[in-house]
């Protein structure tokens, strides 16, 4: 069903892939080298000078915002389905989602505001994001209690007359780091009291509002993913105009149950795109090394290995169109459970491949001299990041059970 792309994928996946061997490929390690020079002249939170030159490149290309479907705003957006193959690709690079203006959090966010917005807040901030002017973060994990559960969001939003006054402590904003990300969007409690899928809002507060402060970077396995970051975020009597509100009080949410569809399959993407790399270089590194007399290719354990990667690879991507596929024919809120699925397939095989990846390469796959340790550590976040493994498994258990009228006990 899903063996081939359509025409337009595969003429954007053709000059995409021409994209990465021109630019991508050989600015690996300008990219690594100029992050490490920024950090030692302290102005690693800076956008890097690499991203900035190839933005042009790729909106001349015609390679910009192919994440955002049904939006005039964006004509170039494709479906689901259409953009996979070319969210994988994006995914054997870290870094390269910001050169085509399709990294996260910033789809994430622009899909909300487009989605949940109003036009002035489209006008103020979706026009900049899509632009790629500015970078945004997304605010609604907190230290203080387990963010899984979205109802036990602490962060107090209080109206104030025509304000609304923000407390409350974030951590792990993705994005907040980097000195161009203008605006916020913060899921707090609008009313504490309310019924439990109610009490939430989102709002937009940009980040330059009195209170904000950025408190520190939060690292991810060492790596403080700089310039974007991971950052603690502290919101003391922040006041943003009523207008600021995504949707309406109590919709919060609604909001990010919408939002976080497309997030959870683009991460599901991206980690195909990492195995696939993982599995080509873990082939050429045991073609090219020997061991006991004969190439580690030929030994048993690396064969099953292979082998065991290219089904599970193969498996997780199917999972994965097919997901695309039911959320573009019937909707995000209807493909639920095969969202669900992907979300605990693709980053475990992920993280299965890359460190039988790392195995191969020994010590050298541990070091900072290849891809294979930053794509172990992004991998195994991805597990965690929008719902952990624990909680996806519950909802496809509940759905599944809800199929099954309950079985009558014997009298």
């Known amino acids: 069903m899903f063996a081939e792309p359509s025409a337009r994928t595969a003429e954007l996946l053709a000059r995409l892939n021409a994209f990465f061997d021109q630019h991508i490929y050989p600015n690996e390690a300008r990219h690594h080298q100029e992050l490490h020079a920024r950090r030692k002249q302290g102005t690693e939170w800076e956008p890097l000078s690499l991203i900035e030159e190839l933005k042009p490149l790729a909106r001349q290309a015609g390679l910009w915002n192919m994440f955002l479907p049904h939006s005039h705003r964006a004509p170039e957006g494709l479906n689901n389905l259409d953009y996979s193959p070319l969210c994988e690709v994006m995914g054997r690079v870290s870094w390269s989602g910001e050169v085509f203006n399709c990294s996260a959090p910033d789809t994430g966010n622009m899909e909300t505001i487009e989605r949940y917005g109003s036009e002035a807040q489209k006008d103020q901030w979706l026009e900049p994001l899509l632009r790629g002017d500015i970078r945004s973060a997304f605010l609604m994990t907190e230290p203080a209690v387990a963010s899984s559960d979205a109802t036990n969001i602490q962060c107090s939003i209080r109206r104030e007359g025509d304000e609304y006054v923000i407390n409350g402590t974030k951590w792990y904003s993705s994005g907040a780091g980097v000195s161009t990300c203008a605006i ?164 475990n095989m992920s993280c299965k491949v890359v460190d039988w990846a790392i195995q191969a390469f020994g010590a050298a796959g541990v070091s900072q001299d290849t891809w294979l340790a930053e794509a172990y550590a992004h991998q195994r976040t991805v597990r965690i990041v929008d719902g952990p493994d624990e909680v996806h498994r519950n909802a496809i258990a509940k759905i599944e059970l809800g199929k099954r009228a309950p079985a009558k006990q014997p009298a």
């Open 184 to 347: 916020f969007i913060v899921m707090g409690k609008t009313d504490p009291d309310g019924p439990r899928h109610s009490q939430q809002s989102m709002v937009l507060v940009p980040r330059d509002t009195p209170g904000v402060t950025v408190l520190r970077p939060l690292s991810v396995f060492g790596y403080d993913d700089a310039p974007h970051g991971h950052m603690e975020v502290v919101l003391k009597d922040v006041r943003v105009p009523v207008a600021n509100i995504l949707l309406g009080e109590g919709r919060g949410f609604e909001i990010a149950q919408g939002r976080l569809g497309p997030g959870r399959i683009h991460h599901c993407m991206r980690s195909i795109g990492a195995a696939e790399r993982a599995l080509e270089l873990m082939c050429d590194r045991l073609q090219n090394r020997i061991a006991f007399g004969k190439a580690l290719s030929q030994q048993s354990v690396w064969a099953e290995r292979i082998a065991d990667s290219r089904c599970m690879i193969d498996q997780a991507r199917l999972l994965t169109l097919n997901a695309a596929h039911r959320m573009d024919v019937a909707g995000n809120k209807a493909a639920k459970a095969e969202i669900a699925m992907i979300k605990v397939v693709a980053p």
